[in-house]
């Protein structure tokens, strides 16, 4: 345990320092069956990094100290027998009894790896061209030579060992819950009714508090031998997981130093940005995150279907972590099988309205789009319901069939779609100062009565335009017109007020060509009407809306003046850190629908120009933190 905490985690914080060349990629050591693997582009990170913040880093942080030894004093990065212009790799490997984590990192020429940082560990004999090590406990080994050097640590899935005949074959002790614990039984007298303790003299009441009383602790159905024979029982079986799984590890570790099938051919883990990409990731599926969540089994026992009748439909999936000057990036794209794609592929065919870039407010603190074809959704969702709502419904699965197509016969898909296309925009704006009643009380000192009274207080509350597009508005006003008979709506110059809203907020609506707007700021859907809007200018706006089904973005140089208007509390130890968001750029979060069988998606965040680039400066905040 002492080596995982010291060892590996020092040796994955300092993957990012290479800077000699290797003989060859490390990905022909990647078992092509791996369920995910991780590459670090050293080279990318290199490039785009600073070797004096990495260094202080790490230092502050403790590494270097973890693996001094008399034959290496850690003072800098480049003291390591690690060299990493080449990319090292992270993977895992799963069956049905346990798993591998690898980590393979390329050596420098001339290293003393097995002396200045695998001396501790017990020595094996040499296999294939390589030096190797293996821990105390069997679970880790390690393997070296000229080039690389391989970690390959892992454990016994405990679930495994639940079988009846896999205990029996490995000598494991299962519980037996088959005997009931027998509680001792005792006699008790009922005490009268007619007992009041104000009748009963000092003398007899304190002989009463006096006296013993049972200790319910030897009534403990889970008495101490109990206790102790499950400990002990316990610690005999995780004893024997142990060793099977040293001995797995022995006898698999050949098969990962070469492997006979590798992933040097994988299209998904080669293909990425090689000059920005830090770190790629690929998983083979979604189904390997919901098995190390939990038990494989656990999903049919206890709801009656496996998790792969939900989401076999979803396939490999891909994350980079890109640097783009002054952004990161973290790019995703799920897979999607034949049949789901060919499903949803029309749900995301749909044109944003046009028109939407005329009422782009100029000041605001964030927005969100998504863009839906509403006809073909609401055909789709039968099938959807039908075959991924039935597994979760279990025993209702056949109900579920026919309540889809109940809804598939009666909805009419494209009315609805022309009450409501799919394309939404909502912007959040700035700040706009109420009057806000509120209940204060007034107390009498002398007779502690308080009388209630209405006051009124300036406040501030955030503005919001939401609109959407509607061929057919009939409804709409229909219902509105119905508001307006009970008072609960006005009008005036064809803005709708709606008065009649739980939290006391007022609403607005305005209908203009195919569009419903819906504002709480009145004067903002009035300009909107006589045509004196003042529109952004920012193409890069327009942009991210009509080229993304989804898009979602937060100006963060907006929140600490927000949060003070809004007299929103923050403690000492994040102010500087609210102070410092003025500095940054945007977080933008952006999704397409599916395009060559995958969905894909964007997380980005602008950081401050105050270093040369995003890394740099994250770095920064990092020793800052450290420090802190």
Do not use: C
């Amino acid at each position: 345990m002492k080596f995982k905490k010291n060892y590996i985690a020092t040796l994955l914080g300092l993957s990012i320092a290479s800077i000699t060349y290797g003989q060859h990629d490390l990905i022909q050591q990647v078992p092509e069956h791996a369920s995910f693997v991780v590459v670090i582009n050293n080279p990318a990170i290199v490039k785009h990094s600073s070797f004096e913040k990495i260094n202080q880093a790490l230092e502050k942080l403790g590494l270097f100290n973890n693996i001094d030894t008399e034959d290496l004093q850690l003072e800098s990065i480049a003291d390591l027998d690690l060299t990493y212009d080449r990319n090292a790799y992270i993977y895992k490997t799963d069956t049905d009894s346990s798993y591998y984590t690898g980590i393979l990192l390329p050596l420098k020429s001339g290293h003393q790896v097995g002396t200045n940082l695998f001396s501790k560990l017990s020595t094996l004999p040499t296999l294939q061209g390589y030096e190797r090590r293996v821990s105390t406990d069997g679970k880790t080994q390690v393997a070296w030579n000229d080039h690389s050097v391989l970690i390959l640590t892992g454990d016994a899935h405990h679930y495994y060992f639940d079988n009846d005949s896999v205990a029996q074959r490995y000598g494991l002790e299962l519980p037996s819950y088959d005997n009931a614990v027998a509680l001792p039984v005792y006699e008790y007298e009922t005490p009268p009714d007619d007992i009041h303790t104000e009748n009963v003299s000092d003398g007899v009441m304190d002989t009463i508090e006096d006296d013993e009383y049972t200790v319910y602790s030897d009534f403990d159905g889970y008495a101490d031998t109990t206790y102790e024979t499950e400990r002990t029982r316990n610690a005999k079986n995780d004893s024997l997981r142990n060793a099977a799984f040293a001995l797995w590890l022995a006898h698999d570790f050949s098969s990962y130093l070469h492997p006979d099938e590798n992933a040097a051919s994988s299209r998904s883990l080669r293909k990425f940005d090689k000059k920005n990409t830090l770190v790629h990731f690929w998983a083979k599926d979604l189904i390997g995150f919901y098995r190390e969540a939990m038990p494989y089994t656990l999903a049919s026992m206890q709801l009656g279907y496996g998790m792969e009748e939900l989401i076999y439909a979803y396939q490999d999936i891909v994350l980079d972590l890109v640097q783009d000057k002054h952004t990161l990036r973290l790019k995703g794209s799920l897979a999607l099988n034949a049949e789901m794609d060919r499903m949803i592929r029309p749900i995301y065919k749909n044109k944003m309205n046009r028109k939407f870039s005329k009422y782009i407010p100029e000041n605001h603190i964030g927005y969100f789009s998504i863009n839906i074809n509403t006809e073909s959704y609401l055909k789709s969702f039968p099938t959807l319901m039908e075959r991924w709502g039935g597994p979760s419904l279990y025993s209702y699965r056949d109900i579920a069939g026919i309540a889809a197509t109940a809804f598939e016969v009666i909805l009419d898909e494209k009315a609805i779609a022309q009450v409501m296309g799919g394309d939404h925009l909502v912007f959040i704006n700035g700040l706009k100062k109420v009057k806000k009643e509120y209940i204060d009380y007034q107390y009498d000192e002398n007779t502690f009565d308080y009388t209630e009274i209405k006051k009124t207080k300036d406040d501030y509350i955030p503005t919001f335009l939401w609109m959407f597009t509607s061929e057919d508005q009939r409804i709409y006003k229909k219902i509105l017109a119905l508001g307006e008979n009970k008072e609960k709506v006005t009008q005036n110059n064809g803005i709708y007020k709606i008065v009649d809203n739980p939290r006391g907020e007022v609403i607005h609506v305005l209908f203009k060509d195919n569009i419903v707007f819906v504002s709480n700021d009145e004067e903002q859907l009035s300009a909107i009407r006589t045509n004196r809007f003042r529109t952004s200018n920012d193409r890069s706006i327009k942009k991210k809306i009509f080229s993304n089904n989804m898009t979602a973005v937060t100006h963060l140089a907006e929140i600490p003046e927000t949060i003070n208007r809004l007299g929103i509390p923050v403690i000492k130890r994040w102010d500087n850190t609210v102070k410092t968001l003025a500095q940054y750029g945007d977080v933008t979060i952006t999704a397409q629908g599916a395009k060559k069988g995958r969905i894909t998606g964007e997380i980005a965040v602008d950081f401050p120009k105050e270093e040369p680039n995003a890394l740099q400066y994250l770095l920064k905040e990092l020793l800052h933190i450290i420090e802190d």
